[in-house]
């Protein structure tokens, strides 16, 4: 069974940091790409950064960039979104999804773990 979990939400002030896990199960990360995406209520889910699956460089939007970090342990099969200097613009259910596919839209993803909240605080 194929599976991503993510793991390491939760509630942080504003300029705080936090680090989310996405460990996978029935597929090795360094064979796809991985995206982490976030979806606040009421709005659309918005791909925030992935690392390229043809060539495994990292990829963000441009409100992230120098703030969100992303990672890949092939060892541990997991990837992590390292965030620091965090706004309260952040908060929202972040998602780690997989795709054979280069880019950040949601519908080349395939396989998504259930989110993980971030809450930022002002």
């Known amino acids: 069974e194929v599976q991503l979990v993510e793991s390491g939400g939760g509630l942080v002030q504003a300029g705080g940091s936090l680090r989310l896990s996405c460990a996978a199960s029935?597929?090795?990360?360094?064979?796809?790409?991985i995206g982490w995406f976030r979806q606040a209520p009421g709005k659309e889910r918005e791909g925030v950064s992935c690392?390229?699956?043809?060539?495994?460089?990292?990829y963000y939007i441009d409100s992230v960039k120098g703030r969100f970090t992303i990672s890949r342990d092939n060892a541990k099969n997991t990837v992590y979104l390292q965030m620091i200097s965090l706004k309260p613009e952040d908060t929202a259910v972040y998602f780690c999804?997989?795709?054979?596919?280069?880019?950040?839209?949601?519908?080349?993803?395939?396989?998504w773990g259930q989110g993980t909240q971030v809450t930022v605080s002002s």
């Open positions: 999804a997989a795709t054979k596919f280069d880019g950040l839209s949601a519908y080349l993803y395939d396989v």
């Open positions: 029935g597929i090795t990360v360094d064979d796809y790409g």
């Open positions: 690392i390229v699956a043809s060539d495994g460089r990292p």
